[in-house]
């Protein structure tokens, strides 16, 4: 606090040192303090048995094992930056030079974040199983460049835990190696594709993307049906939006009745408004099926998907889309624009784990920093079930 004296009357300049302050006008100036390296030498004392002459040293503490080295706060430091932050690893080496004046590698950047990656393992289990056993998920993927080529990075996750996978392909097999969806009991929310769609949990589809389809249909067509469809889901949405605020756990049957019947003439109205059309004569020595406008393919979505289209009115723990997981992939294209894709395979695994574990913390209101040096000191930061 610095305190700033009135020595003399602005009018008369009559001295008013020894009058009492009668009241104080108080403003602040938030800054930062001088930012500096600290260094804490460690010494070992080393002696002489005076009997037997063996020579004894004195034990330095756990982690300490180096000449020189870097400590937690700095070493998580450096992975928030990489891994949250996603910030190129040159970047990183001049922004800790500039504001700490320390100089570090590249080397020491990846063998912190190695160490990260390892100490994170039994944790990225504990994310897993949190995500395997809840009620209602969200998946979805998204395209990344590892080594030069196309891979995904898939994710299921709600709206406390995010567990990334790496894999080489979109569909089942990466599905089935990722694990979750195979033996998963509760609700998938995702964007309609028929590898999500073929493992035998419930589904539900995300109505971002109807509504946005519908747009189109309706700017580029002008067919009436689908601003209408979009008018009908916006409707349900808040109703439901309006129940669930009131504490009610469901709509009344009768207005779920009026919505789904609605929603059938609406799509039969579109239907009528885009039939299929005739077939050349050679049609059925071509391979697949005819092809079909947006609008005729977006129907049949519609029309064949009704129950997971609507999951959203009739179980109020779905959500109306699946804008969570396009959330938690979002950082992903972030990476590639800010500092690219992955020299190595490796590199991409050890993103995936430490953002996840990020993104988790993120969820659940926790200090990513503080989790971090946690991580480093051996005590790393179990996120709570839901």
Not at 211 to 234: G, K, N, P, T
Not at 284 to 303: E, I, T, W, Y
Request: proline share 4%.
């Amino acid at each position: 606090m610095i305190a700033h004296s009135v020595e003399a009357c602005e009018v008369c300049g009559n001295s008013l040192r020894e009058v009492a302050v009668e009241s104080w006008d108080v403003r602040q100036v938030q800054d930062i303090p001088a930012i500096e390296l600290s260094v804490t030498e460690h010494r070992a004392e080393v002696k002489s048995c005076s009997q037997c002459q063996s020579l004894n040293r004195g034990a330095f503490p756990a982690g300490v094992n180096s000449v020189v080295q870097y400590g937690a706060s700095l070493k998580s430091l450096m992975v928030y930056l990489l891994d949250y932050q996603l910030l190129p690893s040159a970047r990183v080496e001049e922004l800790l030079s500039d504001v700490f004046g320390c100089a570090l590698s590249e080397a020491t950047l990846y063998t912190s974040r190695e160490r990260c990656f390892d100490e994170l393992e039994s944790i990225e289990d504990w994310i897993f199983e949190q995500v395997v056993t809840s009620e209602v998920i969200h998946c979805d993927e998204t395209g990344m460049r590892v080594k030069g080529r196309l891979w995904w990075l898939h994710v299921p996750s709600t709206d406390g835990f995010t567990f990334y996978f790496v894999h080489t392909k979109r569909g089942k097999a990466a599905l089935d190696a990722m694990a979750v969806l195979p033996n998963y009991a509760g609700i998938s929310v995702h964007d309609g594709w028929k590898s999500d769609a073929q493992y035998e949990c419930d589904h539900a589809l995300c109505n971002a993307h109807h509504l946005r389809e519908l747009e189109f249909i309706w700017e580029r067509y002008q067919q009436v049906w689908a601003e209408e469809m979009s008018i009908l889901l916006r409707d349900l949405k808040q109703q439901v939006d309006d129940a669930k605020a009131q504490g009610e756990a469901k709509l009344n049957p009768d207005l779920v009745q009026w919505f789904e019947e609605r929603y059938q003439t609406l799509v039969s109205a579109g239907l009528a408004t885009n039939p299929l059309p005739d077939l050349p004569p050679d049609a059925a020595k071509s391979r697949g099926r005819p092809k079909q406008s947006p609008a005729k393919n977006l129907l049949d979505r519609l029309q064949q998907h009704q129950s997971q289209v609507l999951a959203f009115m009739h179980d109020f723990r779905v959500p109306f889309d699946n804008n969570q997981a396009e959330r938690d992939l979002r950082m992903m294209k972030l990476k590639q624009k800010i500092s690219g894709g992955f020299r190595s395979v490796e590199g991409a695994q050890m993103f995936g784990r430490i953002r996840g574990y990020i993104s988790t913390l993120k969820k659940q209101g926790l200090n990513v920093l503080d989790a971090l040096k946690q991580v480093f000191l051996g005590n790393p930061t179990i996120p709570q079930p839901e």
